[in-house]
């Protein structure tokens, strides 16, 4: 199984990779999360990669702060060559399960939209971890360790290949609450077209800090 919590995976990824978009193009999700992405501030792009999403958030919104996130150094790097002619562009190496790290990064940072393009998916396929003594689900320890630098009301949306994503912040339900769910249909990957597969969706998810 291919080790998507592992940095050491995504740091050799990211040594031979220049670009790619998870899921849905950058542009995608933006259109989709766009009346959220509108209002925001100060805006975090959590496990930014290589993605062009930074750049296609600041497209829509001039002016918020953004602050980019990824445990891979590599990727960090990646990211500022791609948002070099961006201004209010903020890059932290973080790894989102270690409350040290978010808090370090985040604390000032007044933030009041997370935007998550398939982190959550990433860090789901790891192990559970231990939180407070007791196993964790690594995408709920995420939304745990966000929640301690988010004020009431900030938002979170995520785009996820799994209608089942929100099973794994389960145990944070008195931190998030969902505001919205919503789906697209997956765009074509072949060009068979009278071949009949089933039809697969991404699906997005808003939360609100509570």
């Known amino acids: 199984m291919t080790e998507f919590w592992n940095p050491v995976y995504w740091d050799n990824r990211f040594r031979k990779e220049r670009e790619f978009e998870w899921l849905v193009s950058s542009d995608c999700f933006v259109e989709q999360t ?113 929640a301690k630098v988010c004020k009431t009301g900030t938002r979170w949306v995520f785009c996820s290949y799994s209608p089942y994503r929100l099973e794994s912040l389960a145990g944070t339900c008195n931190l998030w609450t969902v505001t919205h769910e919503w789906s697209i249909i997956a765009e074509e990957s072949s060009a068979e077209s009278n071949v009949h597969r089933p039809e697969i969706r991404h699906y997005f998810v808003a939360l609100e800090r509570m």
């Open 34 to 146: 766009k009346s959220y992405i509108a209002s925001a501030k100060s805006i975090c792009n959590i496990g930014c990669g290589n993605s062009n999403l930074s750049a296609s958030i600041r497209v829509f919104n001039k002016s918020a702060a953004i602050h980019n996130l990824d445990y891979s150094s590599v990727a960090i790097e990646r990211s500022k060559e791609l948002n070099k002619d961006n201004d209010n562009q903020h890059f932290y190496i973080v790894d989102l399960l270690k409350e040290e790290d978010v808090v370090n990064a985040l604390s000032d940072a007044n933030i009041d939209l997370i935007a998550d393009k398939s982190t959550s998916d990433s860090l789901s396929t790891g192990e559970d971890i231990q939180l407070d003594g007791k196993p964790t689900a690594p995408a709920a320890a995420m939304a745990i360790n966000l």
